[in-house]
């Protein structure tokens, strides 16, 4: 039986997507047959505005559906602290944690060799222009622990030398409930320079 274009065309499509394979590309294909017309054109609509309402935030780079961004514009939030991380998922993630509250700075991107990212592909004029207003005390590293991001890191701590700015990085910590001869060499040494006074 020959393939149907249609359906062949959106498993490609979906095959684009992190993390989804061929084989689960055809299953969501064919899932999509199944909904009603209404739903199907709520999910293209939801698709189609997706770059047309989402914009990055001129001030920290966080993605946005307002002028600026819920967090830049919550005055309730530490505005002497900022903390550096690669990708507006990484916000989201210590948003959850409800850990920190202060403000962020969003790359949007890591130096990468590898890639042939540099620092031209990093959000990086609006960060020095916030730093140069004279509010922010503290500067939090919280790049990927990985190489591009520890290459971002390290390029970012020299830059911010010439700032009277307190750096720091964010610890790297063992798992809660895993087992010390389970975890990687680089993650130990990086808890041990890490470790502070009980």
Do not use: W
Not at 143 to 150: A, H, Q, S
């Amino acid at each position: 039986m020959e393939n149907l274009k249609s359906l062949e065309a959106l498993q490609e499509q979906l095959s684009k997507l992190p993390g989804v394979g061929k084989k689960s590309a055809e299953r969501m294909a064919y899932a999509l047959l199944d909904f009603p017309d209404d739903e199907l054109k709520d999910i293209a609509k939801a698709i189609s505005s997706l770059k047309e309402k989402i914009h990055f935030c001129p001030i920290c780079g966080m993605i946005s559906d307002i002028d600026g961004c819920y967090i830049c514009d919550d005055s309730t939030r530490d505005q002497s602290t900022l903390m550096i991380v690669s990708f507006p998922k990484d916000v989201m993630s210590l948003e959850k944690s409800g850990a920190y509250n202060g403000l962020y700075h969003v790359l949007n991107g890591e130096i990468s060799l590898s890639k042939g990212l540099d620092i031209s592909n990093l959000n990086l004029e609006s960060l020095f222009k916030r730093l140069d207003e004279g509010n922010i005390k503290e500067i939090i590293l919280a790049t990927n622990p990985t190489i591009d991001g520890e290459t971002t890191s390290g390029y970012l701590n020299k830059v911010l030398e010439k700032y009277e700015i307190k750096v720091t990085r964010l610890a790297y910590g063992l798992q809660m409930g895993g087992n010390l001869d389970y975890v990687d060499p680089l993650t130990l040494s990086k808890a041990l320079e890490g470790r502070h006074k009980i």
